[in-house]
């Protein structure tokens, strides 16, 4: 069983900065993507960063330049900076991976609340 333990969430003021980790266990394919995701009140869960096996990285516009996702592949963690926090960037942030072996697999952390506010 795959389980993710996302943590580094909390109040943070406008223009602040965060870190969150998400530490994988369990049988995970050494080639996988891993990323987050965030869902605000009352709006759609939406990607904000992921990074695959290989290197590639992928950002929300809305985010570029101010956060960065890095990985550590020793660890099995994934890390989101997040720099130049506006209070648009509050919701409950949820770590994921996924990959393909013959079938599709999907996993979800349990979600760390951001809140930005003054």
């Known amino acids: 069983q795959v389980q993710l333990v996302e943590s580094g969430g909390g109040l943070v003021q406008p223009g602040g900065s965060l870190r969150l980790s998400c530490a994988a266990s369990?049988?995970?394919?050494?080639?996988?993507?891993m990323g987050w995701h965030r869902q605000a009140p009352g709006k759609q869960r939406e990607l904000v960063a992921t990074?695959?096996?290989?290197?590639?990285?992928n950002y929300a516009d809305s985010v570029k330049g101010r956060f960065t996702i890095s990985k550590d592949n020793a660890k099995n963690t994934v890390y989101l900076q997040m720099n130049s926090l506006k209070p648009e960037d509050t919701a409950v942030y949820y770590c994921?991976?996924?990959?393909?072996?013959?079938?599709?697999?999907?996993?979800w952390g349990q979600g760390t609340q951001v809140t930005v506010s003054s």
């Open positions: 994921r991976t996924s990959w393909w072996s013959n079938r599709g697999y999907e996993y």
């Open positions: 369990g049988i995970i394919s050494s080639i996988n993507t």
């Open positions: 990074i695959v096996s290989g290197g590639y990285i």
